[in-house]
């Protein structure tokens, strides 16, 4: 449970607490802790410069601007965002290897295997279908982070920490450029919707399910799992994704068109 705290805690509250923590003044905690450390005081959210670039300073080491390194701000927000969802993470894969039947871990030891070998060839390929879910959860969230962002980041970071939507939300509030975040607004979610075609695509091949092993032992020699006849009597259809997307656009330009005539412009 106190692990689960981070996650279900407002944004909005844990975000300023560690805009406290990580304050560039002499005495906040974290400068405490780096002076501790012997590495002095940080600017850490009011900080713009390359983590990796801050570290090859010392030794006079002159790094390209690509290998810079996420800014020191933007490493905080994602220590931020490790704090928040670790708890969430463990509680999934806790219900996940709960999920694996014991008989399973017995027959493996009966026959002589390590424990590195039940963890390769057991827990692992059993918990892919966990590790999909939050691994696509994971990625979705990245895109679509605002609230601690926003109240994490500062203009002297000189945009280090700014994401899509941050960037979107300038645009179109302050701004006032609405055609142009509007279409940054369809490009991000045509990049999110492709990512999970891809990551559906390579779970579809790598993922392990037992129903699905289920369903090509039952079809045996008459056919693969796909040309299983369903419950219904009926073949399942195959998802056709150029309609779905077609319909996400046609929705999300109704939801803009909706906002748009509501604020009045």
């Known amino acids: 449970m106190i692990y689960f705290i981070p996650y279900i805690t407002p944004a909005v509250a844990s975000a300023a607490v560690f805009r406290i923590i990580f304050s560039n003044r002499p005495d906040s905690l974290a400068n405490q802790v780096s002076k501790g450390m012997g590495m002095g005081t940080q600017q850490w959210l009011l900080e713009p410069k390359g983590i990796f670039q801050m570290l090859a300073e010392p030794l006079d080491v002159a790094l390209p601007a690509w290998a810079a390194g996420p800014s020191l701000a933007l490493v905080v927000i994602i220590i931020y965002s490790v704090w928040t969802y670790v708890g969430y993470d463990t509680v999934i894969f806790l219900a996940g290897l709960g999920a694996i039947p014991n008989e399973l871990y017995e027959a493996a030891k009966i026959d002589g295997g390590s424990r590195w070998a039940i963890f ?44 899509a939507s941050i960037v979107i939300f300038n645009e179109f509030f302050r701004n006032s450029r609405f055609g142009y975040a509007s279409a940054m607004a369809f490009v991000l979610f045509a990049i999110i919707l492709s990512l999970t075609l891809v990551q559906n695509r390579i779970a579809s091949k790598r993922v392990f399910s037992m129903v699905s092993q289920t369903q090509e032992r039952e079809a045996g020699p008459w056919g693969s799992a796909a040309e299983v006849v369903t419950t219904s009597g009926r073949p399942p259809k195959p998802i056709n994704f150029p309609r779905m997307f077609a319909y996400a656009i046609l929705i999300l330009g109704a939801v803009v068109a909706r906002c748009c005539r509501w604020r009045g412009w």
């Open 120 to 163: 390769r060839h057991i827990t692992l390929p059993l918990l892919s279908p966990t590790t999909f879910f939050l691994s696509l959860i994971a990625v979705i969230g990245t895109f679509k982070a605002f609230n601690h962002i926003w109240v994490l980041r500062h203009a002297s970071a000189l945009g280090t920490t700014d994401t």
